[in-house]
Structures are given as structure tokens and as C-alpha cells.
């Protein structure tokens, strides 16, 4: 597993890259947004670890340019910013998980293994409701062999969905099973599942993705309603 780690302190950056590489991932370090950036543009890394205050480019200017040129690298941001406010702003932008400054060594390292293992189990065969397809392995998704333009977030968010199919899934469920997130904030994961909504459902005559009232949502063949 490839991981570039972004941050503007050298012996914080050195201690991040260094603990990786003991625990066997094959880690590099970059000071400043701009530098990530032109690293990462590529695709080439597994997992990105993003200071939030860089210099040049801050944390949240490299993601949404990442994000633009087509990168859908996982980003775990590490910040002293923990309001309700930034969560959302950051998963808008593309963000898949956050670490809060300052934290343990054994925590973070337990982050990255979760995307490590979350990795390995979306590239396991494919999968298909209706005419919505999942190819497991080249993370990709196609309604009626069209193939959907899908961030890898949104594909593992719709790849959940569809293992869970005809289940109803809270919020909650969502947040801790796709972005690993405790805190569960019902704002943000509404406004990701109407995005893939939007990709997956929209000017087709059966939906898939519907809301169940006060509870969360379901996945399942359905016509208008």
C-alpha cells in the first residue's frame, strides 16, 4: 500500500512517514500542497494522509484540485479543526476520513489499516441489480452497460448499498461502514448518497436508491414514486 503523507512539519511529517515504513507500507512525505499535488495527480498513491494548513496549497485547495483531475485517492485529513462545519466541507470536497490533532500513534495507524482492508474487500468479483453492474476489481460501476462517472467514495458508497441490498440503512450505518466515521453526521451522508443518487438514478424510469422516511435509505428495484 502507497502512501503519500502531506504535511508542512518536517519532524511530524519525518515521524508519520518513518512509523509507515516500519509498519511495512511504502510511504513518502511532501511539505506543501503544491508538491502533494503534483505527486498525487497521477493516481499512483493508495491512500493519502492531508494536513489541513499547508502552505501554497492548503489541505482542502489540494483535494478539490485533486478531485477535479479525476484523482479519487482516498484522503484521511489530520486537523485541529473538528467542527461540524469543516467535517461537511471536507466530505463535499471528497474527503474520506479525519483524525483530529493531536492524536495517538496507535489510532492513526488503525485508520490506515481500515483503508487498507476496506481497499481488499471492494476488489472481490462483481456484482449486479438490475441493469446497475459493479466490477469489483477495476472499481467501476455501469447502468445499462453506461458506464457511471463515480469518485472511488461514491463507489464504495453504492458498492455497500448494493451488498445491503432491500436493507434499510441509517445514517449512521453509513458513516461508520463507508467513511469510518463515528460522529455520523446525517447532513453530510445526505448530501453524498443524493449525489450518487444523481448519477445513479437520475432520467431512469427504475430507481434504485430511495429514502426511507426518518430512517436512512434502502437500495432496491422501484419504479417513480
Known amino acids: ?4 503523507v502531506v504535511e508542512d512539519e518536517g519532524p511530524a511529517r519525518e515521524f508519520l512517514v518513518e512509523g509507515l515504513r516500519e509498519n511495512g507500507f511504502a510511504a513518502e512525505g511532501a511539505a506543501d500542497g503544491m508538491a502533494g499535488w503534483e505527486r498525487a495527480r497521477d493516481g499512483k498513491y493508495d491512500l493519502l494522509v492531508l494536513d489541513v494548513m499547508l502552505p501554497v496549497v ?3 485547495g489540494l483535494l478539490e484540485r485533486l478531485r477535479a483531475g479525476g484523482c479519487g485517492t482516498p484522503a484521511l485529513f489530520l486537523t485541529a479543526r473538528d467542527s461540524v462545519h469543516d467535517r461537511v466541507r471536507g466530505l463535499e470536497l471528497g474527503a474520506d476520513d479525519y483524525l483530529v490533532k493531536p492524536f495517538a500513534w496507535v489510532e492513526f495507524l488503525a485508520r490506515v489499516r481500515a483503508f487498507q482492508r476496506r481497499g481488499r474487500a471492494v476488489g472481490v468479483g462483481g456484482e449486479q441489480v438490475g441493469d446497475l453492474e459493479l466490477d469489483g476489481v477495476l472499481m467501476k460501476a455501469r447502468r445499462g452497460g453506461v458506464l457511471l462517472d463515480l469518485t472511488v467514495r461514491e463507489y464504495q458508497l453504492l458498492a455497500f448499498m448494493v451488498r445491503h441490498r432491500g436493507e434499510t440503512l ?3 450505518m ?7 466515521m ?3 453526521d446525517s447532513n453530510a451522508v445526505d448530501m453524498a448518497v443524493g449525489r450518487l443518487r444523481r448519477k445513479v438514478d437520475e432520467g431512469r424510469e427504475v430507481r434504485l436508491i430511495h429514502t426511507v422516511r426518518g430512517a436512512g435509505y434502502v437500495l432496491e428495484e422501484r419504479g417513480h414514486e
Open 182 to 184: 463515528a460522529f455520523g
Open 1 to 4: 500500500m502507497r502512501i503519500l
Open 58 to 60: 492548503d489541505g482542502w
Open 174 to 180: 453509513l458513516a461508520r461502514e463507508v467513511w469510518n
Open 170 to 172: 441509517s445514517r449512521g
